[in-house]
Structure formats: C-alpha cells, structure tokens
C-alpha cells in the first residue's frame, strides 16, 4: 500500500512554459505541495489539473485557462474518468491511501472509486480557512512557504 496525495492546480500561473510543479503559484497551491511533501511525506503527489487531468510534479505543460468549475456536471464526470483511469495506470485505487487537499469539485466524482481516502481540506471551510490551517501546520515543522 503506497501513500498518494492528490493536490488541486490553481488559476494563478506563470506565463511561461515550465514543469508542473512550477506552473501553478497560488498560496494555496504552494501550501498544499509543502505540506504533501514535508507533512504527508506520501510515496507519489500528483496535480489535479483542468486541462491535463492528472499531472505528475516533473510533467512539462504549457500555460492554460481552463476552469472545471464552468463545466457542466456530464464534463466533469468525464473530466474525472479522465483522472481515474490514469490513476488506475500508476497506482493501486484498491488499496493504496489517498489523501486529496483540493476542493469539492476536484473529488466529488472521484473518491467513489478509492476505496481508501482523506479529504482533510474539505472540513475546514473555504480557502481562507484552510490556508490559515495550512499555514499553521507547516509552522509548527518551522516550514515556510
């Protein structure tokens, strides 16, 4: 069983083509890959993105300007078969443990195909609230982002 998170992408980029974990440069977005990477410490950190689905943090992509919110309930089903079916490809949906730090729309068609996952975000309340929650908890490590 291997550790997975997932992280959302944001609509804040850079403008210039660069690897994917480089792309997006939200606050939010940087606190969720710091505390994967320094809290979570998880075997793989994949990015949910509107565009490419499922990215890996080495992925080359291009700017874009899409957003999953303004797709209608039938694209983001298939937006999410998308996610899963690369999912399926490079991890175990059966028994690996995933922990999701993005929002509702990122989830909501995915987790009924894990069997085993967390979303911690999703309690705390909207975006303010869970960068303070982040913010503190990479604090307490003395990590700043």
């Known amino acids: ?6 992280i959302s992408c944001s609509k804040e980029k850079d403008p210039t083509k660069r690897i994917a974990e480089d792309l997006y440069i939200s606050p939010l977005y940087k606190k ?3 505390y994967a990477k320094h809290v979570l410490k998880p075997d793989m950190i994949f990015i949910l993105s509107d ?3 499922l ?3 080495p992925a080359e992509v291009a700017w874009y300007e899409v957003d999953l919110k303004e ?3 039938d694209e983001q089903k298939a937006w999410a078969q998308k996610v899963l079916a690369s ?3 490079k991890t175990d949906i059966e028994k690996d443990e995933f922990t999701i730090l993005a929002g509702e ?3 909501h068609y995915l987790i009924p195909a894990l069997k085993k996952y967390k979303t911690p975000l999703h309690k705390i309340g909207g975006i303010g609230s869970q960068l303070h929650w982040l913010k503190e908890e990479l604090a307490k490590r003395g990590i700043k982002v």
């Not at 069983?1 to 997932?6: S, Y």
Request: glycine letters at 0%; a positive charge.
């Open 87 to 89: 999912l399926k490809e």
């Open 51 to 53: 565009k490419y689905y």
């Open 105 to 107: 729309k990122y989830f």
């Open 1 to 6: 069983m291997k550790k997975i998170v997932l």
């Open 71 to 73: 797709q209608t309930p």
């Open 32 to 34: 969720e890959l710091a």
């Open 55 to 57: 990215l890996e943090l």
